[in-house]
């Protein structure tokens, strides 16, 4: 399992517990040259590879240092499911699968956060759309053939996943990956899922990604 890392000291220890405890066979922090403890604290629990800075870099170079035969990229603020790798055993037991993701489920309790949840599911049932907080996972040989994360400044899991299911069928898992909600706190609960949401459809419409990111950042 592959957590991608910049500046996320405060995290990233929960982040790569997560991954033992789902049953990870080997995990990687690729970190992209914090200025804080993220690569201190993550060597003390896992394996750390340097990367520059860019969620797409630092991503194909935990890919690139990774042994096993499956790759899952697990965000630092995420937190996946106790049996995820049995989850993706199953999956991928099917030959005719390429890669897969689990649904994504904000972890903070109330009701606008069950709506919040609620709307990404659907997100992802109606548009198809997935995306890097929900632990996208694919076989290796596949990812490396396609050669990896594309060097977008936004959406370059969207991406790998739009390439991967034009090569082998894509699964979701039923289980849930828990994201934090520190987006949708710094930058305002309404204006964060407008936003998202606003990107998603412009992206659909046409616009490519390196239009895109000055309207996320």
Known sequence: ???PAWNEEERIEGAIASAWDAGAG??????GHSSD??????????RVVASPRGRAAQM????????????????AD???PAPAARCIRAILAEPSVGGGAFRMRIDAPGVWWRAASALARARTHWWGTVLGDQAIFCRAALFRDLGGYRPLPILEDLDLVERLRRRAYFRLAREEVRSSPRRWLRRGRIRT???NWAILALYRAG??????AGLYR
């Open 37 to 46: 403890g993220t690569a201190a604290r993550a060597a003390r629990m896992a």
């Open 193 to 195: 899922s407008a936003l």
């Open 1 to 3: 399992m592959i957590i």
């Open 78 to 80: 995420a937190r996946l």
């Open 207 to 212: 616009v490519r990604p390196e239009s895109l």
């Open 60 to 75: 194909n170079a935990g890919a690139r240092a990774a042994a096993g035969e499956t790759l899952l990229f697990l965000h």
């Open 26 to 31: 080997e995990v990687i922090v690729a970190d």
